[in-house]
């Protein structure tokens, strides 16, 4: 009899991708809020002050305090998400040595969805639950919808998100040192567009999507929240809207 073959995706670990989806989630995470919320905040500050000046120290203290509290922000959940993982990896252990037939069927169940049926499910299920290691993965991912942990990952996704919001946050910034208050209104607006749109667009392009539609989303969304504290602005700027 020929030893049983079992679809990869059956009894392996999830692929790496996942982890370098999250990395992707975080840097976008952490790049577009900085870059949205310096915005609105030096925007306010330019359409209220009109002092250069003004601007960059309202900015730059925007940045810093924004890439702390993001990667402070990462940090925390992510411990949240390690520990709610081994948590439930460790109930699972216990209840595949305290409760083995009513795992067994839950595996059974979860193959039967799939649509294996007769000798094949029952092949499957004999070989998932012969190994403990795999069968407990099975459990996390099929039935929990839950991916492995890295250690490290609290510590490198809260760098992420905290290096991406420095670096979103410095575009809107930059024209500000260039220019006056005037120019740098319509060039921090125009140049925060432009990334956002392709930020957007990369990111429809690594996961899925349409890459234009994603690109014109994110940056509407952006503008017209920044906008928001531009409006702000206008509203203490005793010598009249710019």
Do not use: C
């Amino acid at each position: 009899m020929k030893p049983l073959k079992l679809p990869k995706a059956s009894v392996l670990p999830p692929h790496v991708e996942y982890h370098q989806a999250d990395r992707l989630s975080d840097v976008i995470l952490g790049g577009q809020d900085g870059l949205v919320n310096v915005l609105g905040v030096i925007l306010g500050v330019a359409a209220a002050s009109q002092e250069t000046r003004i601007v960059l120290a309202a900015g730059l203290a925007a940045t810093f305090a924004e890439s702390i509290s993001m990667a402070a922000v990462a940090y925390t959940s992510k411990i949240a998400e390690r520990d709610y993982y081994f948590k439930e990896l460790a109930r699972e252990k216990r209840e595949i040595i305290e409760v083995p037939e009513m795992e067994r069927e839950e595996i059974r169940e979860i193959y039967r969805q799939k649509g294996f049926k007769g000798k094949l499910l029952e092949d499957i299920v004999k070989v998932i639950t012969s190994d403990e290691k795999i069968w407990v993965e099975t459990m996390m991912r099929d039935e929990l919808n839950l991916q492995p942990v890295n250690e490290s990952r609290p510590f490198t996704g809260a760098a992420t998100v905290g290096f991406s919001a420095v670096v979103g946050s410095l575009v809107p910034l930059i024209p500000f040192f260039l220019f006056s208050i005037q120019t740098g209104i319509y060039v921090s607006l125009t140049f925060s567009a432009i990334v956002l749109f392709i930020v957007g667009v990369v990111k429809a392009k690594l996961t899925i999507g349409n890459a234009g539609k994603s690109g014109l989303e994110m940056m509407i969304i952006g503008i017209v929240s920044a906008l928001a504290g531009y409006a702000v602005g206008l509203l203490f700027n005793v010598q009249g809207p710019i």
